[in-house]
């Protein structure tokens, strides 16, 4: 299983990224895949996770209205649009797989990080 994340840079406040998670080496289509994020001396939290057919999305409440996750099964692709980007969304962004396909579920791989800078 490899879960490779791209797209992280240095955004100003109010900026957009687009972060995209390469995934492989499993059925990409049996699994919900999900976007972590770790801040400088916090603790990982959930960000956002796809289900692995129906579409069922999860947000963190501090993201909703601003995050959007998608995934292009053809490609076996899952993107993170991200808008209105804060300060306080800096971290590094891991995406991972869940052990099922449902969203609320534990992760059983997860890939490197990107990391986000959003200036003020």
């Known amino acids: 299983v490899q879960l490779q994340a791209s797209g992280g840079g240095l955004v100003q406040a109010g900026g957009s990224l687009r972060l995209s998670c390469a995934a492989s080496g499993f059925a990409f289509d049996d699994y919900a895949i999900g976007w972590f994020r770790q801040a400088p001396g916090k603790e990982r939290e959930a960000v956002s996770c796809?289900?692995?057919?129906?579409?069922?999305?999860y947000y963190a409440d501090s993201v909703k209205g601003r995050f959007t996750i998608s995934k292009d099964n053809a490609k076996n692709m899952v993107y993170l649009q991200m808008n209105s980007l804060k300060p306080e969304d800096t971290g590094v962004y891991y995406c991972a797989k869940n052990k099922g396909g449902v969203v609320a579920g534990p992760i059983d791989y997860w890939g490197q990080g990107t990391l986000v800078t959003v200036s003020s």
């Open positions: 796809i289900s692995n057919s129906d579409g069922t999305t």
